[in-house]
């Protein structure tokens, strides 16, 4: 997607490693969005960002954390990989009164 | 947020309208309707949404009951493309406008 910008798209983890998920946006969006996705499921909010130096847990935060110090970027970061958290994670961003819009997502998997 | 139901699964053949429905019965009077498309694992993709009346873009309608209990997204003819999981979402634009994604609707446009 134009203007949602998420790297790797495809990442292969051990159990106890980490590693961060990174959202980069260029559409001057003051609210951020990480999701993950499990097979078969629909997406869950796991933090969101209103802007620059605010963060928020959504449904499912344990063992994730966030930082939103740019408008720009929002990464996501794993500090000790489980398996539990082998999913798809999408990144949206949108402005006020408008709709998400999402990336192509980063392909995780923990073994 | 108001929940919704949306029937698990549907095909259309190719050419023809597709009418996905969905029931938000506990709905309130400042949530939008949102509907969104997953195709294959990529990232959702807003389609439209509406609060009231109905809503018509380049991509579908939206026709909103009067009592606002129930929906129905039109895909006017629909193409091989189409097929994806629909979902339907009700949401208020409080902070953080956070998106609850159900099962959706799996649609499987037929040639």
């Known amino acids: 997607n134009a203007g949602v910008t998420q790297t790797p798209k495809f990442r292969i983890l051990k159990i106890g490693q980490s590693m961060t998920l990174q959202c980069t946006q260029d559409?001057?969006?003051?609210?951020m969005y990480w999701y993950r996705q499990d097979p078969g499921m629909g997406l869950k909010l796991i933090y969101y960002?209103?802007?620059?130096?605010?963060?928020d847990k959504g449904e499912v935060p344990n063992g994730y954390n966030v930082s939103r110090s740019t408008t720009e970027d929002f990464p996501l970061r794993l500090e000790l990989a489980a398996p539990s958290q082998t999913s798809v994670y999408f990144c949206?961003?949108?402005?006020?009164?408008?709709?998400?819009?999402f990336g192509d997502g980063t392909r995780l998997s923990i073994l | 947020d108001a929940k919704t139901t949306q029937p698990p699964s549907m095909d259309c053949a190719e050419g023809r309208a597709a009418n996905l429905p969905c029931n938000h019965s506990?709905?309130?009077?400042?949530?939008?309707v949102y509907w969104y498309r997953q195709i294959h694992s990529q990232g959702p993709q807003y389609i439209i949404h509406?609060?009231?009346n109905n809503e018509t873009n380049e991509m579908a309608s939206l026709i909103i009951t009067e009592d606002r209990k129930s929906s129905t997204l039109i895909l006017p003819h629909a193409t091989l493309r189409d097929t994806a999981v629909y979902y339907c979402?009700?949401?208020?634009?409080?902070?953080?406008?956070?998106?609850?994604f159900g099962g959706g609707t799996r649609v499987l446009v037929k040639p």
């Open positions: 979402i009700v949401k208020s634009e409080a902070a953080g406008n956070k998106l609850t």
């Open positions: 506990t709905i309130s009077g400042n949530e939008y």
């Open positions: 960002s209103v802007g620059a130096g605010i963060t």
């Open positions: 949206a961003v949108r402005d006020w009164e408008q709709p998400q819009h």
């Open positions: 509406g609060l009231k």
């Open positions: 559409m001057n969006h003051n609210y």
